[in-house]
């Protein structure tokens, strides 16, 4: 007998994921923003978290009742476990879980897209802040593991329930610049990989998503100058993306939906690249 049997009464729509429970860490953010009403759509509830807890809060209540917002470090255990009794208390046990904790650091970003000439070494790689490398990686890497050991208890011991992780195109080709970002979603599409293989006779999925390049506030700030034009770094990414611009959050949500509901219910352990072809694209 195969450890789990699929349901052959399932149906082509989302809903399955009516009345479920959803958390996503990274809450504050524009693209989980948009996983949140994506999940509010279908009649899933959604608890946010975020280290800044007032942002969180007020967008939680723009969502509307089946939204909450919890204040939670994802580096923290004792953060983690506290979140995750609020949404006890609040919305009951987690159904879903979204790592969308995450972003780069600018410390940890080099000036220089290559070292090419030596007397530039401190606006290289070696010029680097050890330190600053260690926050973006643990922000994105050690935050999903930790969230993910934390905020999971409920679907073991259920034994049903869904990981999401969100990775990057920077997994599977590094940007220049950002050793510590690419490092750490590498990382984190890698450890997919394990924790869906850990946790399937647990009935856990585990997979991710690899976004591309979506204007959220942070990259339109590095996209375009004062003048709203693009910059000749986005100018080479636009080039490089076979759709020829860059994504919406709300063309996540499609993936989200599909990884979270019954649709993909012989899936684990994948990372989906949404990123309008820059992947597949040789530039050429």
Not at 18 to 29: D, E, F, S
Not at 217 to 240: C, H, M, S, W
Not at 256 to 267: C, E, K, P
């Amino acid at each position: 007998m195969p450890l789990q049997e699929y349901n052959k009464e399932s149906h082509l729509n989302f809903d399955d994921l009516a009345g479920k429970t959803a958390v996503i860490t990274g809450g504050g953010g524009v693209l989980c923003r948009s996983f949140a009403e994506a999940f509010l759509a279908v009649g899933t509830s959604v608890a946010l978290l975020d280290i800044d807890g007032e942002k969180v809060a007020a967008a939680a209540a723009e969502l509307g009742s089946d939204a909450i917002g919890v204040e939670c470090d994802v580096l923290s255990p004792g953060s983690l476990e506290a979140a995750l009794q609020t949404v006890h208390d609040r919305l009951g046990p987690v159904d879903i879980l979204v790592n969308g904790a995450g972003g780069n650091v600018p410390a940890a970003t080099t000036e220089l897209e290559q070292l090419v000439n030596p007397a530039e070494l401190e606006k290289s790689f070696y010029g680097l802040d050890v330190k600053a490398f260690e926050r973006a990686f643990d922000l994105n890497f050690i935050g999903t593991v930790l969230a993910s050991q934390k905020l999971t208890v409920d679907m073991h011991e259920r034994r049903q329930g869904v990981i999401i992780n969100i990775s990057s195109m920077n997994a599977f080709k590094p940007l220049t610049r950002i050793p510590a970002y690419s490092a750490a979603k590498a990382s984190v599409s890698n450890f997919t990989e394990w924790l869906a293989v850990h946790l399937a006779p647990v009935g856990i999925r585990v997979n991710a998503i690899a976004p591309g390049f979506f204007l959220t506030e942070q990259l339109r700030f590095l996209a375009f100058d004062e003048q709203g034009n693009l910059t000749p770094r986005y100018e080479k990414v636009i080039g490089k993306t076979a759709m020829g611009r860059l994504g919406d959050p709300d063309e996540l949500q499609g993936t989200l939906l599909f990884l979270a509901s019954r649709l993909s219910s012989f899936i684990t352990g994948v990372v989906v690249p949404v990123d309008g072809g820059f992947n597949a694209s040789s530039g050429v």
